[in-house]
């Protein structure tokens, strides 16, 4: 199963961009990287995800290198709302099963 | 709102109490996952339901079991319940894999008091 590693905390000003690294380097080629973020005790929320091209959508984007072993969660304008952990995954299978398994992910500080 | 209905929201009991979390997957979800977070800790990850069979399991104690029923809801029952359950109890839903993308969605969580 491949591991990720993220900073522990990170902050940002406001309006500025906020990149979030991720290390995955014993990723196997048809695993995909996930993002989710979990703002204080509410429940974790999906951001996107990849395979090994850069994606955007109206949250975020995501761009992994070209040996796929890191990536890089970007949020192009961050607000004081996107102050949360950021969770960088590896889609894991157990069994047939593919069960995201959370890290201690990156604490990002939007401040004004 | 994900779409991932979880109730309780809070529930406060005592030690050695018996009780139980429900969950409504988003609608068309096959799977259920059951995640716990303590107090400044990480999601950790109990057990996997998939179109009412267990799938796999986590970290998951003994006095802890889950089902999922026909119309794809899942229970998780907590049994003989000491003080170091009290935390967040998370649900999870997914699309089938065979729809290729299989992000999960959470719920807002059960906030399990144990006093």
């Known amino acids: 199963d491949a591991k990720t590693t993220q900073p522990p905390s990170m902050d940002c000003a406001e309006g500025r961009a906020a990149n979030l690294p991720c290390n995955h380097s014993t990723i196997s080629g048809n695993e995909y990287v996930y993002w989710y973020r979990q703002i204080h005790s509410q429940g974790p929320q999906y951001i996107i995800h990849g395979l090994k091209n850069n994606e955007t959508n109206e949250m975020a984007s995501l761009i992994i290198t070209e040996d796929r072993k890191s990536s890089t969660l970007i949020l192009p304008h961050a607000t004081l709302r996107d102050t949360a952990v950021y969770y960088c995954?590896?889609?894991?299978?157990?069994?047939?099963?593919?069960?995201?398994?959370f890290g201690r992910g990156t604490s990002l500080i939007v401040h004004p | 709102d994900s779409g991932v209905t979880q109730t309780p929201k809070h529930l406060i009991t005592a030690t050695g109490q018996r009780v139980t979390l429900r969950c409504s997957p988003r609608s068309g979800d096959l799977s259920v996952y059951w995640y716990q977070q303590s107090l400044d800790q990480g999601l950790q990850f109990l057990i996997h339901?998939?179109?009412?069979?267990?799938?796999a399991k986590g970290n998951i104690l003994e006095r802890f079991s889950a089902q999922q029923f026909p119309d794809l809801h899942s229970e998780l029952n907590l049994s003989s319940l000491e003080l170091g359950d009290s935390a967040l109890y998370f649900c999870?839903?997914?699309?089938?894999?065979?729809?290729?993308?299989?992000?999960?969605?959470f719920g807002q969580g059960t906030r399990l008091t144990v006093v």
């Open positions: 999870a839903s997914s699309a089938p894999r065979d729809r290729g993308s299989t992000e999960a969605f």
């Open positions: 339901y998939y179109n009412g069979e267990e799938r």
């Open positions: 995954i590896v889609r894991v299978a157990s069994g047939g099963s593919y069960i995201p398994t």
